[in-house]
C-alpha cells in the first residue's frame, strides 16, 4: 500500500511546477499576506495555522516563505466568501489530519490554488473543498491525495463552479458518491488532469447529478465504484469527454463511464476497464453523439474474463469508432464504425510530458481513420500527424523534442 502511494505521489509531483510571490500582511483587509519568515518550522505552529485561516478569510493574494524544502502544514477549515489566491510554490502540502475539511468557499467566494497538495481532509462532504451554489474555484497543477467524505465528494463537493487544470485527485474516498469530485448542479471543468484510484459507491472518480460537465485531455485510471459508474457517474445534465483515457476503472455498471443524461464523447480510448454490465460504458438513458472513440478490452468484474464494451440502450454514433467485440454502436454502421476490430493499442504509460495513455501500435486500424477531430490530442500534440487524424485519445508517433546541446 505504501509503495502505491509513493507511486501515485511520485508520479503527480510531475504536474506541479514552481512559482514564487513575496507579499506583506495586514489583518482584516483584502490585500497580500505571507505566511511563514523563511524556515520550515515558522510555517508548521498553531498560529501560522491560524494566520493562514485569517488571510483566506479577509481575501486577498497569500504567499508562503517556508524555506526550500518541502513543507506540510496542519491546517484549520479555511472558509471565505472573498475573492482568494493561494500560491504553494509547488512545496506547500496543507494537511486535515483527517480530521477535517481544509477549503469551504461560500457566498459569492472566488478561491484560486496554486502549486498547493492537500492531504488527509475529512468531512461530511467535500473532504479538501467545498463550493457552494455562487461560489467558484481554480485549482492550478494542485494534487488532492487521501481525503475522505462521508458522503459525497471525497476530495471536491461542488454546486458552483470548478475549473481543474494541470491537476492530480488521487486515494480520495467518499462514503456515498463521487470519490474524487460530487457535482451537484453545478460546473465543473476538468483539463489535462489525472483522477487516479479514487473510490465511492456510485462514481469513482467523479459523479455528476445534474449541471454541466466537460473533461479533455485527462486520464481517469483505476478509479473503483461498487454501484455504477467507476470513472464517471453522469446522472442528467450534460456532460462532454474529449481527448481522454479511460483505463482500468472498475465498477459493476460502467466501468469508465454510466451516463444517463446528455454526453458527447469524441477522440476517447476505453480500454482494460471493468464491469459485469458495460465494462467501458454503460448507457442508462438520454442522448449522446459518439465519435472517433476507441471500446476495447473490457473485462467482467466478477470473473475477469470478457465483458461487453458498452451495454444498455445502444448509443447514437456520429462516426468512426472502433470497438473490439459488437456493442456500444449499431451494426452495421453506416458512419464508418468498426466493430470487431483489435484497435492494437500499446501498454498504458506515459506518451510524452506527463499525459499517460495507450499508444497507437504499427498497423493500428485507429490511424488515420477518424472522420474529424479536435486540434490537438490528450498530450496537446497537434492533429493530425500524419495524412488524417487518428481514433482515440492520441495520435500516432509524433515529435519529442530534445534539448540543444552546444560543444
Same mark, same amino acid.
Given at each position: 500500500?505504501?509503495?502505491?502511494?509513493?507511486?501515485?505521489?511520485?508520479?503527480? %509531483?510531475?504536474?506541479?511546477? *514552481? =512559482? !514564487?510571490?513575496?507579499?506583506? &500582511?495586514? $489583518?482584516g483587509?483584502?490585500?497580500?499576506?505571507?505566511? @511563514?519568515?523563511?524556515?520550515?518550522?515558522?510555517?508548521?505552529?498553531?498560529?501560522?495555522?491560524?494566520?493562514?485561516?485569517?488571510?483566506?478569510?479577509?481575501?486577498?493574494?497569500?504567499?508562503?516563505?517556508?524555506?526550500?524544502?518541502?513543507?506540510?502544514?496542519?491546517?484549520?477549515?479555511?472558509?471565505?466568501?472573498?475573492?482568494?489566491?493561494?500560491?504553494?510554490?509547488?512545496?506547500?502540502?496543507?494537511?486535515?489530519?483527517?480530521?477535517?475539511?481544509?477549503?469551504?468557499?461560500?457566498?459569492?467566494?472566488?478561491?484560486?490554488?496554486?502549486?498547493?497538495?492537500?492531504?488527509?481532509?475529512?468531512?461530511?462532504?467535500?473532504?479538501?473543498?467545498?463550493?457552494?451554489?455562487?461560489a467558484?474555484?481554480?485549482?492550478?497543477?494542485?494534487?488532492?491525495?487521501?481525503?475522505?467524505?462521508?458522503?459525497?465528494?471525497?476530495?471536491?463537493y461542488?454546486?458552483?463552479? %470548478?475549473?481543474l487544470?494541470? *491537476? =492530480? !485527485?488521487?486515494?480520495?474516498? &467518499?462514503? $456515498?458518491?463521487?470519490?474524487?469530485?460530487?457535482?451537484? @448542479?453545478?460546473?465543473?471543468?476538468?483539463?489535462?488532469?489525472?483522477?487516479?484510484?479514487?473510490?465511492?459507491?456510485?462514481?469513482?472518480?467523479?459523479?455528476?447529478?445534474?449541471?454541466?460537465?466537460?473533461?479533455?485531455?485527462?486520464?481517469?485510471?483505476?478509479?473503483?465504484?461498487?454501484?455504477?459508474?467507476?470513472?464517471?457517474?453522469?446522472?442528467?445534465?450534460?456532460?462532454?469527454?474529449?481527448?481522454?483515457?479511460?483505463?482500468?476503472?472498475?465498477?459493476?455498471?460502467?466501468?469508465?463511464?454510466y451516463?444517463?443524461?446528455?454526453?458527447?464523447?469524441?477522440n476517447?480510448?476505453?480500454?482494460?476497464?471493468?464491469a459485469?454490465?458495460?465494462?467501458?460504458?454503460?448507457?442508462g438513458?438520454?442522448?449522446?453523439?459518439?465519435?472517433?472513440?476507441?471500446?476495447?478490452?473490457?473485462?467482467?468484474?466478477?470473473?475477469g474474463?470478457?465483458?461487453?464494451?458498452?451495454?444498455?440502450?445502444?448509443?447514437? =454514433?456520429?462516426?468512426?469508432?472502433?470497438?473490439?467485440?459488437?456493442?456500444?454502436?449499431?451494426?452495421?454502421?453506416?458512419?464508418?464504425?468498426?466493430?470487431?476490430?483489435?484497435?492494437?493499442?500499446?501498454?498504458?504509460?506515459?506518451?510524452?510530458?506527463?499525459?499517460?495513455?495507450?499508444?497507437?501500435?504499427?498497423?493500428?486500424?485507429?490511424?488515420?481513420?477518424?472522420?474529424?477531430?479536435?486540434?490537438?490530442?490528450?498530450?496537446?500534440?497537434?492533429?493530425?500527424?500524419?495524412?488524417?487524424?487518428?481514433?482515440?485519445?492520441?495520435?500516432?508517433?509524433?515529435?519529442?523534442?530534445?534539448?540543444?546541446?552546444?560543444?
Amino acid at each position: 500500500m505504501r509503495l502505491k502511494f509513493v507511486f501515485l505521489l511520485t508520479m503527480m %509531483l510531475a504536474l506541479i511546477t *514552481s =512559482s !514564487l510571490h513575496r507579499a506583506n &500582511a495586514h $489583518n482584516g483587509q483584502a490585500v497580500q499576506a505571507t505566511i @511563514g519568515d523563511g524556515t520550515a518550522a515558522s510555517c508548521q505552529t498553531q498560529d501560522a495555522a491560524n494566520a493562514l485561516s485569517s488571510a483566506v478569510a479577509a481575501g486577498g493574494t497569500i504567499d508562503f516563505n517556508c524555506g526550500p524544502e518541502m513543507v506540510t502544514i496542519v491546517v484549520n477549515t479555511n472558509a471565505t466568501d472573498q475573492t482568494v489566491v493561494v500560491n504553494g510554490n509547488g512545496r506547500i502540502t496543507l494537511d486535515g489530519e483527517d480530521l477535517r475539511q481544509i477549503f469551504n468557499v461560500y457566498g459569492n467566494g472566488n478561491l484560486t490554488l496554486n502549486d498547493l497538495i492537500l492531504i488527509d481532509g475529512n468531512t461530511g462532504s467535500g473532504g479538501g473543498l467545498v463550493i457552494g451554489p455562487q461560489a467558484s474555484a481554480t485549482i492550478n497543477r494542485g494534487m488532492f491525495i487521501s481525503n475522505v467524505a462521508a458522503n459525497y465528494g471525497g476530495a471536491i463537493y461542488n454546486e458552483g463552479i %470548478l475549473n481543474l487544470n494541470d *491537476s =492530480s !485527485l488521487g486515494s480520495n474516498i &467518499a462514503g $456515498n458518491d463521487g470519490g474524487g469530485i460530487y457535482n451537484n @448542479g453545478g460546473v465543473v471543468n476538468v483539463m489535462s488532469s489525472y483522477l487516479i484510484s479514487n473510490q465511492a459507491f456510485n462514481g469513482g472518480g467523479m459523479m455528476s447529478v445534474g449541471g454541466t460537465v466537460q473533461v479533455e485531455m485527462s486520464a481517469l485510471r483505476s478509479n473503483i465504484a461498487t454501484g455504477w459508474g467507476g470513472g464517471i457517474y453522469a446522472s442528467g445534465g450534460a456532460i462532454q469527454v474529449v481527448n481522454n483515457t479511460f483505463s482500468n476503472n472498475r465498477a459493476d455498471q460502467g466501468g469508465g463511464l454510466y451516463k444517463t443524461g446528455t454526453a458527447v464523447l469524441t477522440n476517447n480510448t476505453f480500454s482494460e476497464n471493468r464491469a459485469d454490465n458495460g465494462g467501458a460504458l454503460y448507457n442508462g438513458g438520454g442522448t449522446s453523439a459518439i465519435k472517433n472513440n476507441i471500446f476495447a478490452n473490457s473485462l467482467n468484474e466478477a470473473g475477469g474474463g470478457p465483458s461487453l464494451n458498452c451495454d444498455g440502450p445502444t448509443l447514437t =454514433s456520429a462516426g468512426r469508432n472502433i470497438i473490439s467485440d459488437n456493442s456500444c454502436v449499431p451494426n452495421p454502421s453506416i458512419v464508418g464504425d468498426r466493430h470487431s476490430t483489435d484497435p492494437l493499442l500499446g501498454i498504458w504509460q506515459a506518451q510524452g510530458g506527463p499525459a499517460r495513455a495507450y499508444a497507437l501500435l504499427p498497423g493500428s486500424p485507429a490511424i488515420d481513420y477518424a472522420l474529424d477531430c479536435p486540434t490537438v490530442d490528450q498530450r496537446g500534440w497537434s492533429r493530425p500527424l500524419g495524412a488524417a487524424c487518428d481514433v482515440g485519445s492520441i495520435e500516432y508517433g509524433g515529435i519529442i523534442y530534445l534539448p540543444l546541446v552546444v560543444k
